[in-house]
């Protein structure tokens, strides 16, 4: 009876605690919102999101936790987080109405922008045209004209884009402003040469340039460079050469790493051969230094909202309101403090579930990014550096769209999205082949003739495809081999790789790099089999085995 009367004056005392504690106020949840802005001001994007994220966890403030949840969406779309930015602004719109037509056009055109990122220019267009049928504000819908009208003309609808880019250079506003006027011409101008190569677009994009350089518009600059750059590509190179260095300075002032990558394209296109390797370069450590801030911008982002999730789950223990009568306070309080013991256990419980499916996660998407970054991108550009270091001449147009290529697969890695099959894929192997002969390295190929692959699906031949690009770059790196051969055959429903060297070879027992592990991954997910022959006098030999389906 003792501990029971106890444990009734701790639950008492604490009722008391809790019943002093006050809400907190506005003001308090405005000091936090008006902090975020401050560090967003000066690029802090991590702490401008964790205090966005406080006041939408507690604030009673529903329009000042609508407008925590917009900041947040910019705060994502800024560093590369696209599909977190989308999920943010959606949830925005449930805390304005339709008297807060500023905001709601802000939100629309932040997702058009985020799908104008991820090149889904028709959802971007339906988004453009909600921003601008809601907006009052005659600048805001200018803008947000402009942008529709850019997509349009990156879906080739020329017309469209025209139309619009007419309108705003008639408009009065837009003759006032010089930022809005430069951006009209130089689009507008722009476009037209897009569907039409013989126009002279040459005096409307100096007219832009010109007008963004009196006003001091950096951004701007950037955008006519490129524009630019790409009109005297063909006809005059020099030209181009020079429009391509000036935007690869404007944006290197800019910082802007995606404007940086865009203008070392254009310089590894234009320079000479020695010049181009040097930019090449400096492309590759700089787009290997991108996607790793966008990958750790998404888990910091995804680490916040957890950690102020769990805070919450906290708060809201400690606010429990008991308003029972008098006579039943000791009954109340007593269950209230079984529960609580229940809830600690339970809490801690869910706690520790929570963390380690979070751990596991992170681990899990940390695995599959860099398993993909090591088969698409880097062993990609190991063949690349392979070729451009064994040919005296290479073709620097194919060289480029190689380059893209691999760039736009390195955006898309996070995205799970795999790269198509080519529709005759014997030729297809046949080039990955060759592409590591030297002149101190032969390549030998037998049986890859088109009968081979007829009845090998899409997903296997994908993976063998990063199977013999993993057992070439090992070849390439380590063994030394002045010949190598490769034959295919069917038997039965099998088909067999036979790979065979004169190199260093392997020795029994030697530990597996990350690659070869990837390999035998790769050849588990096939139904297939490996074998290694380390027992050859020298050299090294392979048989590769897998089903046809």
Not at 217 to 244: I, M, R, T, V
Not at 500 to 514: A, H, K, L
Request: aromatic share 10%.
């Amino acid at each position: 009876m003792k501990k029971l009367l106890a444990l009734v004056f701790v639950c008492l005392s604490l009722l008391s605690c809790v019943r002093q504690e006050k809400p907190p106020s506005k003001a308090i949840f405005e000091e936090k919102y008006d902090k975020a802005n401050n560090f967003f001001d000066v690029n802090r994007y991590d702490s401008a999101f964790y205090y966005y994220n406080k006041v939408v966890s507690s604030s009673p403030d529903s329009l000042l936790v609508g407008k925590s949840l917009f900041n947040m969406a910019i705060t994502q779309s800024v560093q590369g987080d696209y599909f977190g930015s989308d999920e943010s602004a959606v949830k925005s719109l449930n805390y304005f109405d339709q008297t807060h037509t500023s905001y709601l056009a802000a939100v629309y055109n932040t997702i058009a922008v985020n799908k104008t990122h991820l090149k889904d220019y028709r959802g971007a267009k339906t988004w453009y045209k909600k921003s601008i049928a809601i907006t009052s504000n005659d600048k805001d819908s200018l803008m947000f004209q402009n942008n529709l009208a850019v997509v349009h003309f990156r879906l080739k609808e020329y017309d469209a884009a025209k139309q619009i880019f007419k309108q705003l250079l008639e408009n009065d506003t837009v003759k006032n402003s010089a930022n809005l006027l430069a951006k009209a011409i130089d689009n507008f101008t722009y476009t037209k040469w897009l569907e039409n190569p013989t126009y002279k677009a040459a005096p409307g994009l100096l007219q832009a340039l010109l007008i963004r350089k009196k006003g001091n518009d950096l951004w701007g600059q950037n955008a006519s460079f490129s524009h630019l750059a790409e009109y005297y590509s063909k006809n005059n190179p020099d030209s181009a050469l020079l429009y391509a260095g000036q935007m690869y300075a404007i944006a290197n002032q800019l910082n802007s790493a995606d404007n940086r990558l865009e203008a070392l394209q254009k310089l590894i296109k234009l320079s000479p051969a020695e010049k181009a390797k040097q930019y090449f370069e400096i492309y590759q450590r700089l787009g290997d230094s991108v996607q790793t801030a966008h990958h750790a911008a998404k888990n910091q982002f995804a680490i916040i909202r957890y950690e102020t999730e769990k805070h919450q789950a906290e708060n809201l223990k400690l606010q429990q309101d008991n308003t029972e009568k008098t006579y039943q306070l000791v009954i109340v309080l007593i269950s209230t403090f079984l529960l609580l013991i229940a809830g600690v256990f339970w809490y801690k419980k869910r706690k520790q579930k929570l963390a380690l499916e979070a751990q596991h996660a992170i681990k899990e998407s940390q695995l599959k990014t860099s398993k993909r970054v090591h088969d698409v991108v880097a062993n990609g550009l190991y063949r690349v550096m392979t070729e451009i270091e064994n040919q005296e001449y290479f073709n620097k147009e194919q060289m480029l769209d190689r380059i893209e290529d691999l760039y736009e697969k390195s955006r898309d890695i996070s995205y799970e999205k795999q790269e198509p099959t080519a529709a005759h894929f014997h030729e297809k192997i046949s080039e990955l082949l060759t592409s590591f002969a030297t002149e101190s390295t032969k390549m030998l190929i037998a049986g890859n003739t088109p009968e081979l692959w007829d009845r090998v699906n899409a997903d296997i031949q994908y993976e063998v495809t990063h199977i013999l690009q993993e057992l070439l770059v090992n070849m390439k790196k380590h063994s030394g081999a002045s010949n190598v051969g490769l034959r295919f055959e069917q038997q039965l429903n099998h088909i067999y790789i036979y790979y065979t060297d004169n190199g260093i070879g392997m020795v029994e027992g030697t530990q597996r790099n990350n690659g070869l592990r990837n390999t035998g991954n790769r050849i588990d997910t096939i139904k297939g089999a490996i074998t290694f022959d380390t027992k050859v006098e020298k050299g090294l030999k392979i048989q590769i085995s897998f089903p046809l389906s």
